[in-house]
């Protein structure tokens, strides 16, 4: 059997015949290997040596398995780990694949089961590389376009609203919105700000925040941004970084440091159970408190890809039932106040072209 190309496994056992005994069947199997006899030397051969994987005992003097599983995933996050454990510690090595285990052999050891289970656990490892990696990748992408738009918000910091604008349309195309949803946002944002009587001089601000909310998604791939489908979780991590992106880009720009602000904050929840700094209450600034309403009002109110736009007391009721949650109820109250026709007229105004029927 050609042994080249087959995966390098380190063996951990403080009992010699368990190591001798694993050293010749995965030999046999193919497998180049080497042994320790406890964590401190494992951690010795891993740092001159790279491993695909250790196939560790869990019960060992010294150090134990639980141990060396977590100075690995500190110390050598490429290598994975497969542990060895009595069956009554079973329990134990279920703590320890939530700890990055990638699985458990019990004891006794059954010779011919062992193969599978070390195939299995490597086909995972090899994925859960591939994903690391297209990460490590994406955010390599995302560090170059999120530099190259910093550097063109920059030129822009001194012009005027329509360069804003005309930026933000492009963003917004990305992700093939066609109804001007980043302006249409901004007017119902200022609006609903003047019925709470905020003062006139916070609102360019609170403009700009409105409007660049989601300018941090320039660093979400595109597989990500237009899936149509449920993200999986790696996926969701990505796409929940785009509020840091966003303040990134924004902040230390003079003229839009208090924007980046709203947009770092803006899908933060009321009761804490938001991204990305689990903010909670008043601690969230006042803009993206009023945005985050209004960013429910026109998701509920607009059509989507995968369904049609529902009507205004359909969101009025999705806000009512998240009030104290997800959306200030102070905010809420002075949103319910304004009546329909005036959100209707807010949409006509950002799409002159297209003939808008009403909210409601």
């Keep these: 059997m050609d042994t080249v190309t087959k995966e390098q496994i380190l063996i ?27 964590a401190d030397e494992a951690l010795a051969v891993l740092s001159s040596k790279h491993f695909d994987l250790v196939l560790s005992d869990v019960r060992m003097p010294g150090m134990d398995g639980l141990g060396l599983l977590a100075e690995i995933g500190k110390r050598h996050e490429d290598v994975g780990v497969l542990l060895l454990t009595a069956c009554e510690d079973v329990s134990m090595a279920v703590r320890a694949m939530k700890m990055g285990a990638l699985d ?21 490892h090899q994925k859960e590389l591939e994903e690391r990696r297209y990460v490590m990748r994406l955010e ?19 012009s005027s609203e329509t360069a804003l604008e005309a930026l933000v349309a ?11 949803h980043s302006k249409r946002v901004r007017e119902y944002t200022l609006h609903l700000a003047r ?12 403009s700009r925040g409105a409007m660049l909310h989601d300018v941090g998604k320039i660093g979400v791939s595109d597989n990500i941004l237009m899936k149509p489908g449920k993200l999986t979780e790696t996926e969701w991590i990505e796409m929940r970084k785009h509020p840091q992106t966003g303040y990134w880009i924004l902040d230390g720009i003079q003229g839009l440091k208090a924007a980046s602000e709203i947009v770092l904050a803006h899908q933060e929840k009321f009761d804490g159970s938001g991204y990305p700094r689990n903010l909670k209450g008043e601690d969230i600034t006042p803009g993206a408190r009023i945005f985050a309403v209004i960013d429910c009002f026109d998701a509920i109110t607009s059509d989507r890809p995968y369904r049609k736009a529902a009507g205004y007391e359909t969101a ?33 105004e950002t799409l ?6 009403s909210i409601g």
Aim: aromatic residues 6%.
């Design 12 to 38: 951990v056992d403080d009992e010699e015949a368990i190591r001798l005994l694993l050293e010749v069947a995965l030999s046999d199997q193919g497998y180049r290997t080497r042994a320790a006899c406890n």
């Design 104 to 124: 458990y052999v019990v004891k006794p050891l059954r010779l011919h089961e062992i193969n599978k289970t070390i195939q299995r656990a490597l086909n995972r």
């Design 140 to 158: 390599e992408v995302v560090k170059e376009q999120t530099f190259e738009l910093r550097r063109t918000f920059e030129h822009l910091q001194d």
């Design 170 to 180: 492009a963003l917004d195309a990305r992700e093939h919105e066609t109804q001007a």
């Design 195 to 206: 019925t709470l009587g905020v003062d006139a001089t916070l609102l360019p601000d609170l």
């Design 316 to 348: 009025r009721g999705e806000i009512i039932r998240c009030s104290g949650m997800q959306f200030d109820p102070y905010v809420v109250k002075h949103f319910l106040e304004i009546p329909p026709h005036e959100w209707t007229e807010i949409r006509r």
């Design 352 to 357: 002159p072209e297209k003939k808008v029927g």
